[in-house]
């Protein structure tokens, strides 16, 4: 007997405006090149998909899926429709199971075998009796998945259904979201043929252990499937990453049942987290999974895309893997990015320091540069980070460059720079290192 498939893709899964038609293509092209074979629709903010998920698909959107449909079946990608209709369903209501069954029905219809129910990020959680009849969270959920999966099978022998519990992180099920013993009870009463995604320890988990999964696995009675957030910049616009998939050893997938990154919501931003993912998906479970290695890899096959127009020199290497180490992943820069800061940090208080002066020029003219990129695409999905960290080297160059304490400039005046309500906000309570806040 074959050893179970092993789900490496993309869950478009992020809040924000979901992907364009030609946005998929182009995704759909990627994973296939990659061998990626599952993608996820689940954008948060396609109404259908959440707010307004009774409501039936019209025909010419019902065609947009049979087209995707088809762009996936065209390259081995298992393309999976999920529905998120937590915030407002109604336990034992007839209507509602009915609902759920007519939009599947659609998707039926246009040839999609693969479905998932989601029950994530509810924004107050209900307790473990508020409007369940079975008097269970966990249990009316299990029940509506269980009885959906039983009715696509008798509709299609090969149906697959995944299920996103309330509490799909390790934190969230010790302070007991969802009710108590909520994992306990999709372990028994969930059907065993569906899958259940897992984000780790934590929504946004640094790492994500082999003892980790397994020890989900034992609660769940099946590996979990991992919906990885590692890489998804939706909850920070001032933020993207481009990083590689490290804290997951390879071993790692002998104990999920696959690995879906729901990545940067602007599609060109993906390049290297896809190249990184399908080099993970396809590394030896048994050696050791070198990610910055692969993350170096996956910028060679990005660069190409950091072509200019003009008669100026092309972009160098080394600042553009400085510029990607400085968008790394949630919890921690790149190894250059590192060096770089300490540098910086080291030359503040020791001026003259023309050394890294100059690697600061060479960085904030790279950032100037990206302007002259031939893809706009790309640019336009960069251009507010850059300008940004542009902003930031042009102060630093400044001070560096001074023999004054401090340093005036006429482009970084208070109010347009580092200004707005929000930022304000942000000075009131400052974050502690072991993840409190308090007054600064």
């Known amino acids: 007997m074959s050893a179970p498939k092993f789900f490496a893709g993309v869950i478009e899964g992020f809040y924000g405006a979901p992907w364009t038609q030609a946005e998929r293509a182009q995704l759909f092209a990627w994973m296939g090149a990659g061998g990626l074979n599952t993608y996820v629709y689940a954008p948060k ?9 009774r409501e039936t698909y019209t025909d010419t959107e019902a065609e947009v899926f049979a087209t995707n449909l088809a762009a996936c079946r065209a390259r081995g990608i298992d393309f999976v429709y999920a529905l998120s209709p937590g915030l407002d369903f109604r336990y034992g209501d007839a209507r509602d199971a009915e609902a759920l ?24 959680a209900p307790a473990a009796t508020d409007g369940c009849p ?31 519990p309330t509490p799909y992180c390790g934190r969230m099920a010790a302070r007991g979201l969802g009710g108590a013993d909520y994992l306990e009870t999709v372990g028994r009463e969930l059907a065993p043929e569906i899958e259940v995604f897992w984000t780790g320890p934590e929504i946004i988990s640094r790492e994500v252990s082999v003892a980790h999964a397994r020890e989900v696995a034992a609660v769940l009675r099946r590996p979990p499937l991992l919906w990885d957030n590692l890489l998804a910049n939706d909850y920070d616009g001032r933020r993207f990453f481009c990083g590689p998939l490290a804290g997951r050893p390879a071993a790692l ?80 820069d790149g190894a250059e990015a590192e060096e770089f800061f300490r540098q910086l940090r080291t030359a503040m208080a020791a001026r003259p320091a023309e050394a890294v002066r100059r690697r600061v020029v060479r960085l904030r003219d790279f950032c100037a540069r990206l302007t002259e990129l031939r893809d706009r695409a790309l640019f336009h999905a960069l251009s507010r980070r850059a300008w ?34 929000v ?9 502690r290192a072991d993840g409190n806040f308090a007054p600064p």
């Not at 299990?142 to 995944?162: G, H, P, T």
């Not at 030896?284 to 950091?306: H, I, M, Q, S, V």
């Not at 930022?423 to 974050?431: E, G, N, S």
């Open 253 to 332: 997938r002998g104990a999920v049942r696959g690995l879906l990154i729901n990545p940067n919501c602007e599609l060109p931003l993906n390049v290297a987290p896809l190249h990184t993912l399908a080099r993970y998906a396809a590394a030896p479970a048994e050696g050791k999974w070198d990610a910055r290695a692969a993350y170096l890899a996956a910028l060679r096959a990005w660069w190409p895309g950091f072509a200019t127009v003009g008669a100026g020199a092309p972009l160098a290497w080394e600042e553009f893997v400085l510029f990607c180490d400085c968008f790394y992943l949630p919890h921690e």
């Open 388 to 421: 940004e960290l542009r902003e930031e080297l042009d102060l630093l160059d400044r001070f560096l460059a001074a023999t004054t304490p401090t340093v005036a400039s006429d482009f970084h005046l208070p109010g347009t720079y580092r200004g707005g309500f």
């Open 134 to 164: 079975r008097g269970s969270l966990a249990s009316e959920q299990c029940a509506v998945a269980s009885a959906l999966f039983r009715w696509l099978r008798e509709r299609r022998a090969d149906a697959w259904l995944a299920f996103c």
């Open 423 to 431: 930022p304000r906000l942000q000075r009131l309570l400052a974050p």
């Open 45 to 53: 903010d396609d109404l259908k998909h959440r707010a307004l998920w």
């Open 101 to 124: 069954r007519h939009r599947c029905a659609q998707l039926l219809a246009l040839g999609c075998e693969h479905f998932a129910l989601l029950f994530d990020d509810l924004p107050e």
